[in-house]
């Protein structure tokens, strides 16, 4: 077991308790269901478990969410993951929803490492979604079609959204730092039929020109039928429609939606591509809108006209959590660029200056934070903010206590745990319990959270697998290219039986928290940012001088560093050279995230009796533990060159 903290870090006033959009959430349940929950989050979870339907149905109604149809029945059981579809018979759309508060409501505000920008109001957003929703027509884009983007976060990325989604279209997206293998491991899988583009953006006070890329990215995409450049940086006679030309010239008139079965295709958001090509996760709209708007209000108080911020690029599903704020009336702020450009105490001022209500920032930035022990309250003291979301990756218990120790002793500070598999989480923070250092509050409302012990029973107390024992409406509806369903049915219900399992290594507490202890597959995780180790191999093998390698992540400083090992053909050397060739590569083609900290010489490499490289051996070795299953390696004595680095004791 875990040691815990038995004193809470903060707790909630009762003026909090009584003001929290969840007890007003709760005292509809009761007066409905005859019941009385007594602020006791414990008893509101559970009944929201035991009671799956009753609880979508009074999220629908509580939220004033607008369909058609009937919302009866709220389930039915399928044989096929994830078992279960939601609201059969109601039609729905998630743009619809984003945009159906007054015109005079501010709805984006954009901003970056230079400060404020541009503010868009909810009038202003709808005809910008207009104007884009119309040239997609005339393009022939309709429901089921896909569209993309490469994109810094930004409101036409917001606008170009949501009008694809308001026709029915998908939407993927990546950010602009990733290189054109990257980027077309993702997109080539969805066929886009139009793909959005910037030629430059900015990070850390520097600026990128990527059009040569995406040049390449856009004739790599046979189904493409319009590339659509957005700003500057490109170069005469590229090919592409500029932004201006592609667009009617109407700016006045109001978008359209489409209601569209629950479960019908919104979002497609990939995975780190560890053991090969990403998977293509498909999340529906209804599913998305009803999950995300749940954790806004009831878990995060998010209310209307609130201002939300979690810097994100449009590679990461915080920005699809963020920007669905907009569905409680929100305004959403859009950080595009560094957090600690120029330095940490900017992100801090750019909140107090807009007056942030709820404001996300990775915990590896916070870590960082509180290494150097900057006094946020005593230089940039935040009246306004209410929550702040610590994402990305675990926050340490001595995360917990910088945070009120020198940012703000009232806050409400909440961590979660889910991802791109879910676009949500399992685990979330809620204003009925107290914080508790190291961990997260407790499990989300309607998520059948357990941790289970290697033969398949609960336990508390003790490391074991995450897993959610019923279906939940942010389920994937699917993954594209899936024929029969098996590659998602394997990648969450192999574990245990009609059981999604989630692959991280957890832990109950007797606070009725979560603490994440790590992932158990070896997806890396450096700064919050899932990566997988197959994108770095496909990139390091295209040199010749490399025979074999294989990547690890390093936990150091509440972060994990990425280390390479590379096996050299006869005759070669680690040179300087080498390594920038290899950083470059992988920069390139892959993103910064996937440049190793430590590129190391080794002379073999231990691998499975099938031939595969023994990742999860190498990992345990330079994070100070002994691998089990020795006896499963073909080559044991390779072990001896991963033992006791000295690089990496720095």
Not at 17 to 27: D, E, N, Q, R
Not at 42 to 64: D, K, M, V, Y
Request: charged share 20%.
């Amino acid at each position: 077991m875990t040691a815990t903290s038995t004193l809470p870090l903060w707790s909630p006033s009762k003026d909090d308790i009584a003001l929290a959009k969840l007890s007003s959430f709760a005292k509809g349940i009761e007066a409905t269901h005859k019941l009385s929950f007594n602020h006791d989050f414990r008893a509101l979870h559970q009944w929201s478990i035991q009671n799956p339907e009753a609880f979508w149905t009074e999220c629908i109604s509580a939220f004033g969410l607008v369909y058609d149809g009937d919302i009866h029945p709220a389930r039915i059981n399928t044989e096929q993951a994830p078992f279960a579809r939601w609201f059969p018979q109601l039609n729905i759309n998630y743009a619809e929803n984003m945009l159906r508060w007054p015109g005079h409501w501010t709805a984006l505000i954009e901003a970056g490492e230079e400060g404020e920008g541009r503010h868009w109001s909810f009038s202003e957003l709808r005809c910008r979604v207009s104007q884009h929703q119309r040239a997609l027509r005339e393009l022939g884009v309709s429901a089921g079609d896909c569209v993309a983007g490469v994109l810094p976060n930004a409101g036409e990325a917001v606008a170009i959204m949501l009008a694809a989604a308001s026709i029915g279209a998908s939407w993927a997206s990546v950010s602009p730092d990733f290189g054109v293998a990257a980027a077309l491991d993702r997109l080539g899988q969805v066929n886009p039929c139009v793909l959005y583009s910037v030629a430059e953006y900015r990070f850390n006070g520097k600026s990128y020109n990527v059009a040569a890329n995406i040049d390449k990215i856009a004739a790599d995409l046979p189904s493409l039928k319009r590339l659509v450049k957005i700003g500057g940086g490109w170069p005469e006679g590229s090919v592409g429609v500029h932004l201006e030309d592609a667009l009617p010239s109407d700016n006045t008139q109001q978008p359209d939606f489409i209601r569209l079965p629950f479960h019908h295709p919104l979002f497609v958001l990939f995975t780190s591509g560890t053991t090969g090509a990403p998977k293509c996760i498909v999340h529906g709209h209804g599913g998305t809108l009803i999950q995300l708007t749940k954790e806004h209000q009831l878990h995060c108080d998010i209310s209307a006209q609130q201002r939300v911020i979690f810097p994100s690029t449009l590679g990461w599903m915080m920005w699809n959590w963020s920007i669905s704020a907009l569905a409680s009336g929100a305004t959403v702020i859009l950080y595009d660029g560094s957090v600690v450009a120029p330095d940490e105490l900017s992100i801090f001022r750019l909140a107090q200056q807009l007056r942030v209500n709820t404001l996300g920032l990775p915990s590896a930035f916070l870590e960082r934070c509180g290494q150097k022990q900057i006094d946020i309250k005593g230089q940039v003291p935040l009246k306004d903010l209410k929550l702040i979301f610590a994402g990305g990756s675990v926050l340490s218990p001595e995360g917990f206590e910088y945070v009120y120790e020198h940012v703000s002793p009232q806050v409400h500070l909440t961590t979660g745990s889910g991802g791109t598999d879910i676009v949500s989480c399992f685990m979330l923070g809620n204003k009925w319990q107290s914080v508790y250092a190291g961990e997260m509050q407790g499990p989300a409302l309607g998520m059948d959270v357990q941790i289970f012990n290697e033969d398949g029973n609960p336990v508390i107390g003790e490391r074991g697998e995450l897993v959610c024992c019923a279906p939940a409406p942010s389920m994937p509806v699917r993954f594209a290219n899936d024929p029969g369903n098996k590659r998602f049915t394997k990648s969450y219900f192999a574990g245990f039986p009609d059981v999604w399992t989630h692959g991280d290594f957890a832990e109950e507490t007797l606070n009725g928290g979560f603490i994440i202890h790590g992932r158990s597959d070896s997806v890396l995780n450096p700064g919050g940012v899932r990566i997988g180790t197959a994108e770095i191999y496909r990139q390091v093998q295209k040199i010749e001088c490399i025979e074999n390698c294989v990547v690890a992540g390093q936990q150091y400083d509440n972060d994990v560093r990425v280390v390479l090992f590379v096996v050299l053909a006869q005759g070669q050397q680690l040179s300087d050279e080498l390594c920038a060739e290899i950083r470059q590569l992988l920069r390139e083609n892959a993103s910064p995230r996937h440049v190793p900290k430590f590129i190391i010489a080794v002379d073999d490499i231990p691998k499975t009796r099938s031939g595969k490289n023994a990742e999860t051996a190498v990992s345990a070795l330079i994070n100070g533990r002994e691998p089990s299953q020795i006896h499963a390696l073909a080559n044991p004595e390779s072990l001896e060159h991963f033992r006791n680095r000295a690089e990496l004791a720095k």
